[in-house]
């Protein structure tokens, strides 16, 4: 069985961990600088109120004048998403996150061990903590397990047969599908409103009007998402933090305590002279609040120079002056160095870039940015059934 561990509104959550006092309170979190201002998600309180996510922070502000916003804090929130999916690999889960507040996890390894399906289901609760108020769905498949999980009660676990999947899904709205809010308002037009309506449509009729990403909706609707789990490598990930005496704003103050902070982590004896491939930036604001931007390396490398050279232009990016500056290596390579051939293979260059770019790809985006096209079934007559993506693993 595949289990779905959601958090809702977990952005928000976070940035009201150490604020206790707020999580009765109408509260909504801000949105990013620079961006439209439209309004986060929002407490209980807020929505009791008529505020809604995506609402204009004018609209939301005129509807609830009691409305306090709260800065985000993508560095809070990575922090605490890690410690969440650290506890619950302790409790001896593999998990496959899918986004701050997603998790997912097979309960066939440890069903025997904790006492079945309900027992290892409430060992990641326990794990998790009430606090967070997690809600798990547990189902054959992926999709349905995240959609029982969005209708679960806080601090419970939904579990769903198989058999009874597609009768589950079907008055579940449309909002669960990975579709485009054109894509969603398109369907709506037609009279689709629920999961069910969808998967009562024609498989081709859906594909031929909204193509490859409706094919995969309907897919869904039906009950026929993937049934895989890839659990995550841990990641070795090495710190270091420098707080200032005072706000800086200064960005040659910010560039030498940058130095400094590289020079801190590169002599750590816990990086075994593995070169790092993404190397990520964060500071905490002195308005509340943080900021976090995360690099990249085309090439693995442990120069200063060339470490320098790659973060040194996002601290132009700080949208207010910094209180604490933090500086993390992940994805540390497996070897030392590199190995030099004396004569090179007849296209081994190219073969040799073009894997150190999709290793690249894969730092950035995740395991399954880089996938190959399998054939299952070239003799059907359908484009989206002939053959699958997997993803690749070299």
Avoid at 44 to 62: D, F, I, N, T
Avoid at 315 to 327: G, M
Wanted: proline letters at 8%; hydrophobic letters at 45%; one cysteine or more.
């Amino acid at each position: 069985m595949i289990a779905c561990l959601n958090i809702p509104a977990f952005a928000l959550r976070a940035a009201l961990r150490d604020r206790p006092e707020l999580r009765k309170a109408p509260v909504a979190l801000a949105a990013t600088p620079g961006e439209r201002p439209l309004v986060g998600p929002c407490t209980r309180a807020a929505e009791g109120a008529g505020v809604r996510p995506g609402m204009r922070l004018s609209e939301a502000l005129a509807t609830c004048p009691d409305l306090h916003l709260v800065e985000q804090d993508p560095a809070g929130v990575e922090a605490e998403w890690e410690r969440i999916l650290r506890r619950l690999e302790e409790a001896g889960l593999a998990v496959e996150p899918a986004e701050p507040g997603c998790v997912y996890f097979e309960t066939r390894g440890i069903e025997r061990l904790a006492g079945g399906v309900q027992a290892a289901v409430q060992r990641a609760l326990d794990a998790v903590g009430s606090v967070w108020e997690p809600r798990v769905g547990v189902a054959e498949r992926r999709f349905a397990a995240l959609a029982a999980a969005s209708v679960a009660p806080a601090g419970r676990a939904l579990v769903i047969d198989d058999e009874e999947t597609g009768l589950f899904l079907a008055p579940l709205p449309l909002h669960l599908l990975p579709l485009g809010p054109e894509r969603r308002e398109e369907l709506s037009e037609l009279g689709v409103k629920r999961l069910g309506d969808l998967a009562r449509l024609p498989r081709a009729a859906v594909a031929d009007r909204l193509g490859a990403e409706g094919g995969e909706a309907w897919r869904l609707a039906n009950g026929e998402g993937d049934a895989r789990i890839t659990a995550r490598r841990p990641p070795a990930e090495i710190a270091e933090a420098l707080e200032f005496p005072e706000p800086v704003a200064n960005e040659l103050t910010l560039a030498r305590a940058l130095s400094a902070l590289l020079d801190r982590l590169l002599a750590r004896d816990e990086r075994g002279g593995r070169m790092p491939r993404r190397v990520t930036v964060s500071a905490r604001l002195v308005g509340g609040g943080s900021w976090r931007r995360a690099v990249t390396l085309r090439e693995p490398t442990a120069e200063r120079a060339r470490l320098r050279q790659a973060l040194a232009p996002k601290l132009s990016e700080l949208p207010a002056p910094a209180v604490e500056l933090r500086l993390e290596l992940g994805e540390l390579t497996e070897s030392v160095g590199t190995q030099a051939e004396l004569v090179r293979p007849r296209g081994s260059r190219l073969r040799g870039r073009l894997r150190e770019g999709l290793r690249q790809v894969r730092a950035a985006v995740g395991i399954d940015a880089v996938c190959t096209v399998v054939e299952v079934a070239p003799w059907s007559r359908i484009p989206e059934t002939r053959a699958i993506l997997v993803p690749r693993d070299d």
